[in-house]
C-alpha cells in the first residue's frame, strides 16, 4: 500500500510539472494553435471571388445584367427586384466578411502586425475594407464594433455612415502597412501558389486598389449636397493615385493563371465557369437585353434589330450569337429563354443550362480566366462622372474616353477566352469605334446617359455590387439607363409593397433571422418591404 501511494504522488507531482509542456502545442511546429499570415492569404482571396460571384448571380437579375431562362416563380423572383425568404440565398458576402474569411482576416492581420509582415497586413486592411464596403453596400445597417466579439450570439448593427467611415479608416492603415518595410523579405512566399492571387505581393498596385475603394466609395454620394463641391474632387484624387492602365486591374488568379493548378473542379475555377456550376443553371446566366442593345446601337441611338454585327467590336468577344442564326439576342427581364436562343457566354450550341459540349469560355467565362475586382476602366467612369457633375466637361471627356479604351484593353488582356480564342480588338477598330454615333466626338454633346451606359458595359457580368450602385444612386432612371428595360405595376414582387424596386438585400437568414431577431426589429427588418427601403447612400 505504501509503495502504492508513493507512485501515486510521484505520478501527481509529474503531470503537474510536465502538464503546461504537454498542453502547449505551439512548441511543436507541426501542430501550431495560431496559424502564420502566410497560410491565411490565398484562401481568402479564393472568398472574394467565390462570394461575390455567387451573391452576383441574384445582384445580377436586379441589374438586368443576366436573367433565367426558366419562366418559373423562383427562376423570376429577382427580377421582379423580390427576395427569397427563409433563405441564405443573397447572402453569401455576409458570411464571407463574418464567418468564412472573418476571424480568418482578422488573425492574419494581428499577426502581420505582431511579426512585421507589413505586406500582408496593408493587403490584409485592404481587403477588409473592400469587404466591409460592398456588405454595406448590399445591405445597408450591418455589424461593425461588435464584429468578431467572443462569447456573443446576438450584435448590434450601425448604419452606412459609420461603415463608410471606418472603410476609410482602414484603408488608411493599408497605405501606412504598405508603406512600411516588412521585418524579412516573403516576395517569394507571396508569388507563390499560398500567396498572392491578385497582385503576388506588389505592393505598389495594392495601393492602387486602395485608392480605387476610396474613389469608388465617394462616387456613390452623388446625391450628397457636399458631392459638387468636396466629394467630387475625392474621386477624382483618389482615381488618380489608383489605376493608371488596365495592366494594373485587380484580378483573382484562377486555374491555369497560377501555374500551380488547372482548373479542372469546382474548386479551382474561376465563379463565372462551366466548373462552378451555379452559372449553367436554369435559373441564372442568360445575357440580358440591355447590354446586347448597349452593343449594338443603344447607347446614344436606337439598338439594331436582329443584329449580326456591330461597329462595337466587343461585342463579337463578349457574348456570343444564336448559333443557328448568327444573330446577337439576349433575355428580356421576365420573358425568360427558348430553346433556339442559346446566348449563355459559355455555351455556344448547346442545350441551355446543361453540361453538353462545348462550353468555350468566352469572354471572362472560362474555367481558367482571370476573375475581375476592380478596374481601370471603372474607375475612369467614376471620375468623368464626378467631374461631369462638377461641371467640369473638358476633364470629364477626357476620363470618358479613357474608360472605353480602358475596357477594350480589359477586353484585350482578361477577355480572350474560349474555344477558340477571340482575336484581340485591334487599334483599327478601336479609332473606328471612338469615331462612332455612339461615342460622344466632344465634351459639349457628354451626357451623363453616355458614362454610366458605357460603365454598364465595363461591369457587366462581374461587377454586379458596383453596377447596381449605379443603378440605385439614380434610382433606376429611364433617361441614365436607356436600355434597362422598366418594369410595370403588376411584374413586381407580391410583398414590395407597391412597385417598389429593390434598394437593399435583407440581411443573411441564419445567422440573422434566427439569431439577431430583436436587432432586426429595431431597423424594420422584419417588413415583408425592407429590401426596398433605400439605404443611405442614395438619399440627399
Known amino acids: 500500500m505504501k509503495y502504492i501511494k508513493i507512485t501515486f504522488l510521484i505520478a501527481i507531482l509529474f503531470i503537474a510539472g510536465g502538464c503546461k509542456k504537454w498542453l502547449d502545442v505551439n512548441t511543436d511546429p507541426a501542430t501550431p494553435q495560431v496559424a502564420k499570415a502566410e497560410l491565411f492569404l490565398s484562401p481568402i482571396i479564393s472568398q472574394m471571388g467565390i462570394n461575390t460571384a455567387t451573391d452576383g448571380y441574384v445582384v445580377a437579375k436586379y441589374n438586368q445584367n443576366m436573367m433565367a431562362q426558366a419562366v418559373t416563380d423562383g427562376a423570376l423572383l429577382w427580377e421582379r427586384h423580390g427576395y427569397a425568404s427563409a433563405s441564405d440565398v443573397g447572402g453569401n458576402l455576409w458570411r464571407m466578411v463574418y464567418i468564412s ?181 436554369t435559373s441564372y446566366g442568360r445575357i440580358g437585353q440591355p447590354v446586347v442593345d448597349l452593343l449594338t446601337g443603344g447607347v446614344r441611338g436606337t439598338p439594331a434589330v436582329d443584329p449580326k454585327t456591330s461597329v462595337d467590336p466587343r461585342l463579337s468577344r463578349m457574348i456570343n450569337p444564336i448559333a443557328t442564326t448568327g444573330i446577337y439576342k439576349g433575355v428580356t427581364v421576365l420573358l425568360g429563354d427558348n430553346p433556339t436562343i442559346k446566348t449563355i457566354p459559355h455555351v455556344l450550341g448547346s442545350v441551355a443550362g446543361t453540361a453538353a459540349a462545348p462550353f468555350p469560355g468566352k469572354y471572362i467565362f472560362a474555367n481558367a480566366a482571370r476573375y475581375p475586382i476592380m478596374s481601370y476602366a471603372q474607375i475612369q467612369f467614376a471620375k468623368a462622372e464626378a467631374l461631369f457633375i462638377k461641371g467640369n466637361l473638358a476633364d470629364a471627356y477626357t476620363a470618358y474616353k479613357n474608360g472605353i479604351t480602358g475596357h477594350m484593353e480589359f477586353v484585350n488582356l482578361y477577355g480572350r477566352n474560349g474555344t477558340p480564342a477571340s482575336t484581340a480588338i485591334s487599334a483599327a477598330e478601336i479609332t473606328a469605334y471612338m469615331a462612332s454615333a455612339e461615342v460622344a466626338q466632344n465634351a459639349g454633346s457628354l451626357t451623363i446617359a453616355d458614362i454610366m451606359q458605357q460603365k454598364y458595359i465595363a461591369q457587366w457580368g462581374w461587377a454586379q455590387s458596383e453596377q447596381w450602385c449605379d443603378l440605385r444612386k439614380y434610382h433606376y432612371d429611364a433617361t441614365v439607363f436607356k436600355t434597362y428595360k422598366q418594369l410595370e405595376t403588376g411584374d413586381f414582387y407580391v410583398r414590395n409593397g407597391g412597385a417598389h424596386y429593390a434598394y437593399r438585400i435583407r440581411p443573411r437568414y441564419n445567422s440573422e433571422y434566427i439569431w439577431n431577431y430583436e436587432e432586426l426589429l429595431k431597423w424594420g427588418g422584419i417588413a415583408d418591404n425592407y429590401h426596398t427601403i433605400e439605404t443611405w447612400f442614395t438619399l440627399p
Open 101 to 281: 474569411s472573418g476571424t480568418n482576416l482578422e488573425n492574419m492581420i494581428k499577426d502581420a502586425e505582431r511579426d512585421n509582415k507589413w505586406t500582408y497586413a496593408g493587403i490584409g486592411y485592404a481587403i477588409k475594407a473592400w469587404g466591409f464596403q460592398l456588405l454595406t453596400d448590399q445591405h445597408g445597417p450591418v455589424i461593425l464594433d461588435e464584429a468578431f466579439t467572443p462569447n456573443k450570439l446576438t450584435f448590434k448593427y450601425q448604419d452606412q455612415p459609420e461603415v463608410y467611415a471606418r472603410v476609410r479608416e482602414w484603408c488608411q492603415k493599408a497605405i501606412v502597412c504598405l508603406n512600411t518595410p516588412d521585418g524579412a523579405d516573403y516576395s517569394s512566399i507571396l508569388s507563390g501558389a499560398s500567396g498572392d492571387l491578385i497582385y503576388r505581393g506588389d505592393r505598389a498596385k495594392w495601393k492602387k486598389f486602395v485608392y480605387g475603394l476610396l474613389a469608388q466609395q465617394y462616387s456613390h454620394l452623388i446625391n450628397k449636397q457636399e458631392f459638387a463641391g468636396s466629394y467630387a474632387d475625392s474621386v477624382v484624387k483618389y482615381s488618380d493615385l489608383s489605376f493608371s492602365a488596365s495592366a494594373d486591374d485587380a484580378t483573382i488568379m484562377y486555374g491555369g493563371n497560377t501555374a500551380y493548378v488547372s482548373a479542372t473542379n469546382t474548386g479551382d475555377s474561376n465563379p463565372l465557369s462551366q466548373n462552378f456550376g451555379q452559372i449553367t443553371s
